[in-house]
């Protein structure tokens, strides 16, 4: 296939050297504005592929959109009338809520989202290390997009494991009860993942994850407080060594994905009408921070 990666950081430039070594026709879109980017995956021999060429943009049969949640949209909008209607969009990437707004932006295309437990890390511009291997879910947004099935496998042989998913907000709202549990309280203390094992925030986790499934089964997506909650735990357990990717912006000072983790959260809860206060408090600590280096 044609593909072009939007957002070639840690996790699309693991999955464009993947695409790329299984033997699709692989181009980048990132924001240096170079015509070509050399990329090295762990030892592997080095890449080099063409960057921000618009003519690969227009022939693309895939777009696979790697950004962060909160740069999807002022990314894509210069991008819009290069794109085929025909092109497959992807969108991989921690939270929700992107759906839609692309889904506007894009009515015709087919589009597809995907949620990815492998690990990526990139040390310099160059260099991508798989940190850790896992498994990647793809399902349809759109009619169009739940017919393209067929790109499990193309994802699956570039990059083992990929399953295709009848439900995808099922797999999304999954990974969004994890992200909401872990991501806002290891950013705020400072703390590795394992260290939310500590007695200290069991109650936190709780409520916060009996929060999520509240909103959950709200919108229609059958799930149990106990089962997330175990999920969360072992999350926890299985990356304790790991910085969650928000405690990462925090220290770096970068704007963090809140909006589209947590503040998904809320937004879907205020809807329904049903009060998220555990939440809501994380929301606003994390909004804290990231006022606070506005006025230092
Ligand atoms: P990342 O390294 O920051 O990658 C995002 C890339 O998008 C960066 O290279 C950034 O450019 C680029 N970008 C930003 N604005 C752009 C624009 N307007 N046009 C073109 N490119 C633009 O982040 P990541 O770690 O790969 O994470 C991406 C998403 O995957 C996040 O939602 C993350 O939570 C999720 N995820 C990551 C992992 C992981 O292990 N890394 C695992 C699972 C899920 P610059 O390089 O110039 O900043
Ligand atoms: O955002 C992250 O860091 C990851 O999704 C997770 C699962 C919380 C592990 O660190």
């Not at 210069?78 to 889904?103: F, K, R, S, W, Y």
Request: proline share 4%; net charge negative; glycine share 6%.
């Amino acid at each position: 296939m044609n593909i072009v990666v939007l957002g070639p950081g840690a996790i699309g430039s693991l999955w464009a050297l993947s695409l790329h070594n299984a033997g699709h026709s692989l181009s980048l879109w990132s924001r240096n504005g170079h015509h070509q980017s050399t990329l090295c995956l762990d030892t592997l021999s080095p890449v080099t592929l063409v960057n921000n060429d618009a003519e690969k943009l227009k022939d693309a049969d895939l777009l696979l959109v790697t950004l962060k949640a909160p740069q999807v949209e002022t990314a894509m909008q210069p991008l819009l009338e290069q794109i085929d209607p025909d092109c497959i969009v992807v969108l991989m990437h921690n939270g929700m809520g992107t759906a839609d707004i692309v889904a506007e932006l894009l009515p015709n295309n087919p589009l597809v989202l995907a949620t990815t437990t492998h690990g990526a890390y990139r040390p310099e511009p160059n260099k991508v290390q798989h940190t850790g291997v896992g498994i990647t879910q793809l399902g349809g947004h759109n009619e169009k997009g739940k017919q393209c099935q067929f790109l499990a496998e193309v994802f699956d042989h570039a990059l083992s494991t990929a399953q295709w998913h009848n439900h995808i907000e099922q797999a999304l709202w999954s990974k969004l009860a994890i992200n909401c549990a872990i991501n806002p309280l290891t950013a705020i203390n400072q703390i590795t993942n394992g260290e939310l094992a500590a007695d200290s925030y069991r109650s936190t986790l709780v409520s916060v994850v009996e929060e999520v499934a509240q909103v959950m089964n709200a919108e229609g997506i059958v799930t149990d407080a106990a089962k997330l909650e175990e999920t969360v735990f072992n999350v926890i357990q299985a990356t304790a060594k790991n910085h969650s990717s928000m405690q990462q912006d925090i220290v770096h000072k970068r704007p963090s994905e809140i909006d589209f983790i947590t503040g998904y959260l809320l937004q879907r809860a205020q809807t329904h009408n049903i009060a998220v206060p555990h939440n809501t408090a994380l929301f606003e600590q994390i909004k804290l921070i990231e006022q606070s280096w506005k006025s230092s």
